[in-house]
């Protein structure tokens, strides 16, 4: 009989267990089959799970350190974390919440009239007129500003799905060993202890992953900001805020908040658009060189051709949210293979709560 694993343990193998037969063997195939086609069809719930995960594994990056270092318990360091990013949360809506409302308005009027001055650029030039229609059907006939509106309604049509993701990443937060032996328990005996090590390795580095990227994010958004307010260009606040965030997806984010930036450049005229385009490749450059090196030394390396490929098929598969994803989904796919396919993992397993 096998007796339930003790808290916070992965559910080994009994001392009973007989080597599969070719039956359930048989079996365990067309479950997982069956399972896989199962969460094909329900893709959205697994992509708020990966969310749920992300911010699981931020909530326990921060709390972790204060359990360690204070002597508060990791249930109560978890409750301080979640109040005091509240806290912050509210005081940067307080304090800045006004301006960026007001520049995010002037970005809705302007961008239309910028994205039209560039087509009209474009069709002075040579072959103009092909290039400008080839731009009308890239954008569906409506325009590249009317798909980014169509984004913006998308992301307000999902407000509950996020606050969805935050409550399930708390309660995952809390108690993550509850539902990692959970989901291990659905695995055969002899597979649970190599799943489990696993699971605390994908964990361990999704949240030097998050804490690297907080990084680089934030100071790409405030570099970004100031150097747009120094070259003159319009609602540099906003613009700022939108490249920090579009510094989340790799590789393809930082050329999409750029865009933004440029556009509202050209409402100043073609300078303040160019001195636009040279903060963004200063800022990127100092990224590229200095800050994510200094950040990142501890976090899975992934080539960057395996990135570009994991944006471009989870952009394929699962649409704009898997794009958003592609990060966090790229770490968790890199390291399941590793320590299960490579057998390169860092030892993971380590039952540190």
């Known amino acids: 009989m096998e007796h339930p694993p003790e808290r916070g343990r992965c559910p080994g193998m009994p ?45 326990r990056a921060i709390s972790d350190p204060i359990a360690r270092h204070t002597p ?8 301080v974390t979640i109040l ?15 301006e960026i409302a ?41 325009g590249v500003i009317s798909r980014l509106t169509g984004f913006v309604m998308t992301f307000a049509d999902v407000a509950t799905n996020v606050v969805l993701v935050l409550v ?9 060993k509850l539902y990692r032996n959970g989901l291990a328990r659905l695995l055969p005996a002899g597979a649970r202890p190599r799943a489990c090590a696993t699971a605390d390795d994908m964990g361990r580095q999704l949240q030097r992953w998050l804490l690297a990227q907080a990084v680089s994010m934030t100071a790409v958004g405030v570099l970004s900001a100031i150097g747009l307010w120094l070259a003159g260009v319009p609602s540099p606040l906003m613009l700022g805020l939108i490249a ?65 490929f994991a944006v471009t098929l989870a952009g394929v598969l699962f649409g704009l949210l898997g ?7 790229t770490v968790l796919v890199f390291v399941a293979v590793r320590d299960l396919y490579l057998a390169e993992g860092d030892g993971g397993g380590r039952d540190d709560g």
Do not use: C
């Open 72 to 79: 508060l318990s990791k249930g109560l360091a978890l409750i």
């Open 244 to 308: 920090g965030l579009a510094e989340f997806i790799p590789l393809l984010g930082p050329p999409l908040g750029a865009v933004p930036a440029v556009l509202m450049g050209l409402t100043a005229g073609p300078q303040t658009a160019g001195w636009a385009i040279l903060v963004f490749v200063v800022v990127q450059q100092l990224e590229s060189n200095l800050i994510t090196p200094m950040v990142q030394r501890e976090v899975v390396e992934i080539p960057p051709l395996a990135t570009l």
């Open 168 to 176: 399930a990443g708390a309660y995952l937060a809390a108690n993550p």
């Open 15 to 59: 001392q009973s267990a007989r080597p599969d037969s070719f039956g359930r063997r048989v079996a365990i195939v067309a479950a997982t089959v069956a399972g896989l086609l199962l969460l094909w069809r329900a893709v959205d719930v697994v992509l708020l799970g990966v969310g749920a995960a992300v911010i699981a594994a931020l909530l």
């Open 102 to 142: 007001v520049q995010a308005r002037a970005l809705e009027g302007e961008l239309p009239q910028s994205w039209d001055r560039v087509k009209d650029w474009i069709a002075g030039l040579p072959f103009g007129d092909k290039l400008t229609s080839g731009l009308g059907r890239l954008s569906g006939g409506q």
């Open 84 to 98: 005091a990013i509240l806290a912050l949360g509210t005081a940067a809506i307080w304090i800045f919440g006004h």
């Open 323 to 329: 794009v958003v994803l592609a990060g966090p989904l």
